[in-house]
């Protein structure tokens, strides 16, 4: 249900945008995690199904944004001013069940994609 595309080798300070083909949740809350060498997996961004509301983690606040397109069954994460510790696996997830509000809590996300590799060089 979830394929993630988009990943790819960049310079810092570059841009990419991540692409995630969510058919059959586009209601539930959808997010991007990402998973550094050798690190924890950690969630990024959230949206929430019904009008669209966003949460960031701090880490991200200012240089990612997530979006979607309910025509498209797609999520999108728009990432900004690359760094090389943003290198990393990024995956998005998505909730069982709808939601009113986007949610940082990593445990309710149950539905994963493959994730898509991004490495940025200095």
């Known amino acids: 249900q979830l394929a993630e595309s988009g990943g790819d080798s960049v310079q810092a300070g570059e841009s990419l945008t991540l692409t995630c083909r969510a058919s059959?949740?586009?209601?539930?809350?959808m997010s991007w995690f990402r998973q550094p060498p050798g690190k924890e997996r950690e969630i990024l961004a959230s949206i929430a199904g019904s009008a669209g509301a966003t949460m960031y983690v701090d880490s991200v606040k200012g240089r990612f944004t997530i979006s979607r397109d309910t025509d498209k069954k797609t999520i999108y994460l728009q990432m900004d001013s690359l760094v090389p510790e943003d290198s990393a696996m990024y995956f998005c997830?998505?909730?069982?069940?709808?939601?009113?509000?986007?949610?940082?809590?990593?445990?309710?996300?149950?539905?994963w994609g493959q994730g898509t590799l991004v490495n940025v060089s200095s």
């Open positions: 059959g949740i586009m209601d539930n809350c």
């Open positions: 997830a998505g909730t069982t069940a709808r939601c009113l509000r986007p949610s940082l809590t990593p445990k309710w996300y149950t539905l």
